[in-house]
């Protein structure tokens, strides 16, 4: 190896490190608005960029394309709807973190998935300590966060994307373990994480992941998560009341009774309600990528731009449709298709294997919470794909 390809890893290795340690950070620190991650990723992005280029060994993956077209069609619906320099960044922000997933295709290593499953662990104590010492978030509310009191928030600040991260990352740490014994602890730490955030969501995305992993690997996965699922809810009242929610919520919707007991449940009907009338409003372009708070106010779906509830649906599809339409939409599904489908090529390797139970989770969860779009999510989610762009090597 080279002495210029060998620093050049280096410096890859320590990019991704370092790009897991902001998004562990999180929330705890914002600079002006801007998370840490946002800062660094473009950057990181830019120089792999730039020496892929010099040296000539850019390869790129097949879900380059069509997430080259999202980005080129989302800039375009901004132009369409003048958009602003702030809706710009955030089509920046998805683009360099999108390339994480072209660096690690250009460099897959076994050690980013080691960095990874330090984070989960990590992500999973910060959320411990915080539990013990700042159970309850209500002192936060005028700030601008939810009043969550004894879940698990951890550096992030929000128990269901903490929730569905881990519902994503569990599957891929499973999979490890069926070819390292060692990995067994770790899915033990993030198991307990996921079960405190108390998210209704999570549980389900968790459960779609289970799934799918038992069917092609062994319906004896199922039935063992079945049973572990049942010993935990006897234990905790307080997770009998949030799958009880959730299980009349579901029963409210799907009977067309809508006397939902949840108030969040019914804030959630209502965000998809508005986020289709949006799409419906801008079918082809949409209103611009990360314009949905725009275009809400316009459309008087809301009335204050700046709440949290205004910049876009709690589904991501919904978000993506309504941004950037149907042109915007096909494109971006494909990139996903096109990792399930390679995942799905290599479901023989456990971690491969897990990759795909990981992204049905990720799926099932954004439905629910714009989880797809959500940065902290983001950056390992792309950094994740090196469980399937080098199956055979991985354990």
Known sequence: MSAMKKKALNFIDYGIAATLIFTLIGELYRFHGILLLDIWTPFFSAACLIYFLLTKSLKLPDTFWPAAIFVLLGFSSLLLNSGGTEAAFYGIRWASMYFLSVIIYNRPREIHLWFLFVFAALLSVAGFIQLIYVPDFTAFERLGWDPHQNRLLSTWFDPNFVGGFLAFMLPIIIGSGIKNKKVWPLAGIVLIALFLTYSRSAYLALAAGIMVFGIFRSFKIIIFAV???VL??????RAQERVGDLIASADSIFTENYN?????ARLRLQSWENGWNLYLSA???GH?????ATA??????????????ANGSDSSLLTI???????????YILVYLLLARRAFDNRKNPVALGFLAGLTALFVHSIFVNSLLFPL????????????????NIA
């Open 321 to 331: 449709l309504a941004t950037t339409g149907l042109a915007g939409f096909v494109p």
């Open 283 to 285: 079918p082809i372009f």
């Open 288 to 292: 611009g990528y990360n314009a949905y």
């Open 227 to 229: 049973v572990l699922g």
């Open 377 to 392: 999510i983001m950056a390992p989610f792309w950094v994740a794909t090196v469980a399937i762009y080098k199956p055979k």
């Open 296 to 309: 809400s106010v316009e459309l008087k779906t809301q009335n204050d731009p700046k709440v949290h509830s």
């Open 260 to 264: 939902l007991p949840d108030p969040s």
């Open 232 to 237: 935990l809810l006897a234990i905790s009242p």
